[in-house]
C-alpha cells in the first residue's frame, strides 16, 4: 500500500502563486509517473501535469509556461509550482502515483485563486 499527503493549497489573489507538495510513503519502491489532477466545481477531473520515473514532463495546455512540476526522488514527493495564477485555475488539486501499475490517488487539496 502507498498513501499519499497533499499540502500547499489556499487562497491566493490571481497572479500570485503557490506551490503544492505530495508525499509518499508506504511501498513506494518502483514509482512509475507521479501526476496533478485537478477538478473545478461541475466539471471533470482533468489532468494538468505529469512526470515519469525518467524525469519527462507533460502539460495541459492551460498552464504551460505557469506550472512547473517536479520530484525529489529521496523524499518521494511531487511539486507542482503555480505562477500567474488566474481564477479559473481554481479547483481541488489531486495527486496521482502509478507504483507497480497500481494507482493511488491523494486526498486532494482546495486551491482557490481569487480575482
Known amino acids: 500500500q502507498v498513501q499519499l499527503v497533499e499540502s500547499g493549497g489556499g487562497l491566493v489573489q490571481a497572479g500570485g502563486s503557490l506551490r503544492l507538495s505530495c508525499a509518499a510513503s508506504?511501498?513506494?519502491?518502483?514509482?512509475?509517473?507521479m501526476r496533478w489532477y485537478r477538478q473545478a466545481p461541475g466539471k471533470q477531473r482533468e489532468l494538468v501535469a505529469a512526470?515519469?520515473?525518467?524525469?519527462?514532463?507533460n502539460y495541459v495546455d492551460s498552464v504551460k509556461g505557469r506550472f512547473t512540476i517536479s520530484r525529489d526522488g529521496a523524499k518521494n514527493t511531487v511539486y507542482l509550482q503555480m505562477n500567474s495564477l488566474k481564477s479559473e485555475d481554481t479547483a481541488v488539486y489531486y495527486c496521482r502515483y502509478t507504483v507497480m501499475g497500481y494507482v493511488y490517488w491523494g486526498q486532494g487539496t482546495q486551491v482557490t485563486v481569487s480575482s
Open positions: 508506504g511501498r513506494t519502491f518502483s514509482i512509475n509517473d
Open positions: 512526470i515519469t520515473n525518467d524525469g519527462n514532463t
